[in-house]
């Protein structure tokens, strides 16, 4: 990755279980091999937590291996393994 685009990327661990609000919003997220560790009850709280943070049109990107069927929310499948949330 070029300079200029690693000085613009943040990078941070979250205990996903435990974040209620960050008090701001993504453009993108990265949930890769995560969630396949976690219930479904636990799954839900993430994926919620993560779209409400989402912006609108912001992108969601998880594992290969990883699904939201069964999940409620109201994120735009675009491809294998990536969500849109709506644009407003």
Partial sequence: MRAH????????????IEIDNLHESFDVVFCRNVMIYFDKV??????????????PGGYLFIAHSE??????????WMAPAVYQRRPE
């Fill in 5 to 16: 685009v690693r000085r613009a990327v943040e990078y941070r661990r979250l205990n996903l």
């Fill in 42 to 55: 636990v799954q839900q709280r993430v994926v919620s937590m993560i779209e409400r943070h989402l912006a």
């Fill in 67 to 76: 699904s939201l069927n069964g999940l409620s929310h109201s994120l735009r």
